[in-house]
């Protein structure tokens, strides 16, 4: 086994009650107050080398902001891999596509500031003043790694049993069985696509997501140990209860946000309080949200409430209206400017982030395989253990490349033939990483990929 997985920066939302007797909440009905349900995180703190990092690059990208301001809004694909076991779609952890939609929409609705229940509870002048629209958008994937058409946009849904895995959800996240065979085995290039997985967590637990990371050698640090994680897990996972607007399965957490949240974490967010306890003297390295002792839980029950504890013991109190404290769905409805800098500077320098603003899946090519003379690309076994065959079929005879890139985009193999109508290659892997690798036969006319997996 040669693949090495790291686990640090992940991030885990639990439920500890069961959602028994839960009245269904929207974010007009705020009367109901949830008494039984309670977000955690189990948390491994983000690595302080990160922080030394990314403050270079905030700095950086505000003197730039400061000299010419570049509006830079981000584009992120999304594909979601809804895994189930069998069920009808719409039941249970098969979720609908209309849930998607809304998830999509809840997304771009937090990032871009266009949530409509903003100022619900975000009352405080000094709060209101520092909420950022973080110019990062999300849209449905519509092709798939292979180039095909997805018939539903942005989603991937398979059972379990398709895949050859031997266990069912629910899931323990973080565990060894989630990370390496279900993630691994089902991720689509991370390079392209924000991979979120929709499964059936245990433990009451919400989602969990991987920190961004940055290329070995990068200064300021000269590794990447201590945050971010492996290639072939980076992504989100998320409870089906809580995808989208969710009902009353989703409790007091059914508008979405717990993905909004996770989606914080994989730009590189801290918890706001700073993940100390109930201790005043931890920090999120966000200047402008208060200090903060411990994790705010529920709402207030009146709309507009100051919140204070021993950290901000006055008016305007702590920021529990932010997506990256422990409140229910419905008062967590902002991201501070000093969280939007962080993420654009994620966005901006980071492997795997800064790529998918050029990832091109969210729209369908035209004209590539009609006019390709590739006729048939097909590869055995896969998985392997290192030895691919592969073969290609030509219409007519053609020049062409065969190319293996992992998943951070770089070529592992090449091999080229001239005036060919194709024929059976077989390469030897055994050297490289298991996971998840792609192969792309390409002719001046076009181009097949296809995905193998290596164990
Ligand atoms: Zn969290």
């Known amino acids: 086994m040669k693949k090495k997985i790291t686990y640090l920066g992940v991030f885990v939302l639990t439920v500890f009650n069961t959602f028994t007797q839960q009245s269904i909440l929207t974010a007009q009905n705020v009367t109901s107050e949830p008494t039984a349900i309670k977000r955690k995180c189990a948390t491994p703190i983000l690595d302080e080398s990160f922080e030394t990092w990314i403050a270079d690059k905030i700095q950086k990208q505000q003197q730039f902001a400061n000299e010419k301001k570049a509006v830079v809004v981000y584009n992120i694909p999304v594909i979601f891999h809804i895994i189930h076991t069998g069920q009808a779609v719409g039941t249970n952890a098969n979720v609908s596509a209309a849930r998607i939609t809304q998830q999509l929409n809840t997304l771009n609705a937090d990032y871009r500031k266009l949530n409509t229940d903003l100022n619900t509870y975000l009352t405080q002048?000094?709060?209101?003043?520092?909420?950022a629209d973080c110019e990062i958008n999300f849209c449905l994937a519509k092709v798939n790694p292979t180039g095909g058409v997805l018939t539903e946009p942005g989603i991937d849904r398979f059972t379990v049993a398709s895949k050859g895995w031997s266990t069912n959800p629910p899931y323990t996240a973080s565990s060894s069985y989630l990370e390496n065979t279900v993630k691994a085995g089902s991720i689509w290039n991370p390079v392209k696509y924000f991979n979120v997985w929709i499964t059936e967590l245990n433990g009451g637990v919400?989602?969990?997501?991987?920190?961004?990371?940055?290329?070995a050698g990068t200064t300021p640090i000269g590794d990447i140990t201590g945050f971010g994680g492996a290639a072939n897990t980076d992504g989100v996972v998320v409870d089906y209860k809580y995808v989208g607007l969710s009902g009353a399965t989703g409790g007091a957490y059914n508008l979405g946000r717990t993905l909004t949240h996770e989606a914080g974490h994989w730009l590189g967010l801290r918890h706001i309080w700073g993940d100390d306890g109930s201790a005043c003297s931890g920090s999120d390295?966000?200047?402008?949200?208060?200090?903060?002792?411990?994790?705010?839980?529920?709402?207030p029950t009146t709309n507009g409430l100051v919140r204070t504890d021993a950290c901000s013991p006055t008016s305007p109190g702590v920021l529990y209206q932010n997506y990256m404290d422990y409140s229910d769905d419905r008062c967590m409805v902002m991201f501070t400017s000093t969280q939007k800098a962080r993420m654009q500077s994620v966005m901006a320098n980071c492997i795997r982030r800064n790529s998918l603003n050029t990832s091109t899946v969210c729209s369908i090519p035209t004209g590539i395989d009609e006019s390709s003379s590739i006729s048939e690309v097909e590869l055995f076994p896969n998985p392997s253990n290192g030895e691919l065959n592969i073969m290609v079929s030509l219409v007519t005879?053609?020049?062409?490349?065969?190319?293996?890139?992992?998943?951070?985009?770089q070529v592992i193999k090449q091999l080229h033939f001239s005036n060919s109508n194709g024929g059976k290659s077989t390469?030897?892997?055994?050297?490289?990483?298991?996971?998840?690798?792609?192969?792309?036969v390409k002719t001046k006319s076009g181009s097949k990929t296809k995905r193998i997996i290596i164990q």
């Open 125 to 131: 002048p000094s709060f209101v003043a520092i909420a």
């Open 206 to 215: 919400l989602g969990y997501a991987q920190f961004p990371t940055v290329t």
């Open 285 to 299: 390295y966000a200047a402008d949200t208060p200090n903060q002792a411990g994790e705010n839980y529920t709402c």
């Open 397 to 409: 005879n053609d020049d062409y490349s065969i190319t293996v890139i992992n998943t951070l985009g």
């Open 427 to 440: 390469l030897d892997l055994s050297s490289n990483s298991q996971g998840v690798y792609f192969v792309t």
